[in-house]
């Protein structure tokens, strides 16, 4: 069966550090994988989504970049982190197939003072 | 742009009763809708979909409702129970766009 990993659950950062929040999937084969950001008590929001190794597609300008080294791996980056990149990070995959449900990790709750 | 919204921001009912959320969509290319349930601190969680040649699909104690002349969808819950409150999105896919948009999320609580 298909399971996704997603790592750290938290994490706290100072204004101005890096960032890299790691996303695996096992199970499957060139998924087509996604990272989105949630503010508290809001919707989801897309920011990035590939469809192959290193095809990224960016859905708003921001402060944060994604890298596909892997096929089952996506990498969310940042150089300085800004305290409006706060917020909750869900990795997700889905088939190939662009009309298919999405499966989504735990998440990482960032925190960023 | 484009966007999934709710009715409503947060639904209250009592155990035992039927649960209806809703959920408004603008764009007519959509061809694919999914309803999630969030619980606090956890990525989202499928629940069922349904696809636009469909009006209406069951699963277990769910049931999405589908009008696309009105551009509405909506997830009915059968006899409701604790375990099922939650943060519940609807989420649309655009024909060919490759990726989901997120409504807003109803927030469903239920009373003992």
């Known amino acids: 069966s298909q399971t996704i990993h997603q790592w750290p659950a938290t994490l706290v950062q100072p204004v101005g550090s890096p960032l890299s929040l790691e996303c695996t999937v096992e199970?499957?084969?060139?998924?087509?994988l996604y990272w989105y950001r949630q503010a508290a008590g809001r919707g989801l929001q897309l920011l990035f989504y590939?469809?192959?190794?290193?095809?990224i597609s960016s859905e708003v300008p921001q402060n944060l970049s994604a890298s596909r080294p892997q096929d089952r791996q996506f990498i969310l980056s940042s150089k300085k982190l800004l305290l409006s990149d706060s917020g909750f990070y869900l990795c997700a995959w889905g088939a190939p197939n662009p009309n298919e449900k999405l499966f989504f990790g735990s998440g990482t709750q960032l925190s960023v003072l | 742009g484009e966007s999934v919204g709710l009715h409503l921001p947060t639904l209250s009912v009592q155990e035992g009763d039927n649960s209806i959320i809703n959920c408004a969509y603008s764009?007519?290319?959509?061809?694919?809708f999914i309803w999630y349930k969030q619980e606090s601190g956890k990525g989202p969680q499928f629940i069922i979909d349904i696809r636009s040649n469909m009006d209406k699909r069951q699963g277990q104690r769910v049931t999405v409702l589908l009008n696309k002349t009105v551009k509405h969808l909506s997830l009915q819950i059968a006899a409701t129970q604790p375990g099922d409150s939650a943060v519940y999105f609807c989420a649309e896919n655009i024909y060919g766009a490759g990726k989901l948009i997120f409504g807003q999320g109803t927030t469903l609580q239920v009373k003992p």
């Open positions: 590939s469809v192959g190794i290193g095809q």
């Open positions: 764009n007519s290319a959509s061809d694919y």
């Open positions: 199970g499957t084969s060139n998924p087509n």
